[in-house]
């Protein structure tokens, strides 16, 4: 299993909060009179605590996103194999949006998380296998539970 993490939206948060830090220091070192400074002051610990709550936080999103995917799709649903590549992607929204592709059997899926706690909302198979394996849950939008079911299915078959 591979993963590749698009981070744009991360590096964004995290340069708005360090701007805010620094225009705070700046204003906290060359304010033009008190309630300025103060206000300086006030912003620079109110952003410092922002960006370490927002890290904190992200690392759990992550972390429960990337553990939720490798558990449901630890082996393509269609053809079984261990050869998945996960495109985790986090936006400015509650709920992401993430991709899995099958590297074998070309299959590709959508997965909705939730963005406050990382955990799978739906499934959606957007590109069937390259042999037409799948073809028949296309476009439907189903719980992680289902994708488990069609793998144990195929392993009796």
Not at 18 to 27: N, Q, S
């Amino acid at each position: 299993m591979k993963i590749i993490v698009n981070w744009t939206s991360v590096i964004v948060i995290v340069v708005v909060f360090c701007f805010l830090i620094v225009l705070g220091i700046w204003l906290l070192l060359f304010g033009w009179d008190v309630e300025v400074i103060i206000l300086g002051g006030h912003l620079t610990q109110i952003s410092v605590w922002m960006l370490l709550l927002y890290l904190l936080w992200f690392g759990y999103i992550y972390t429960n996103t990337k553990n939720n995917i490798i558990e449901y799709f630890s082996a393509c649903p269609i053809c079984e194999s261990p050869n998945i590549l996960v495109k985790l992607s986090w936006g400015f929204s509650i709920n992401d949006t993430h991709e899995v592709v099958c590297q074998d059997c070309g299959a590709k899926w959508l997965i909705k998380t939730s963005g406050w706690t990382g955990k799978i909302k739906t499934v959606k198979l957007v590109k069937p296998s390259d042999n037409g394996t799948g073809q028949e849950y296309l476009g439907k939008e189903t719980d992680p539970e289902f994708w488990i079911s069609i793998a144990r299915k195929r392993k009796q078959d």
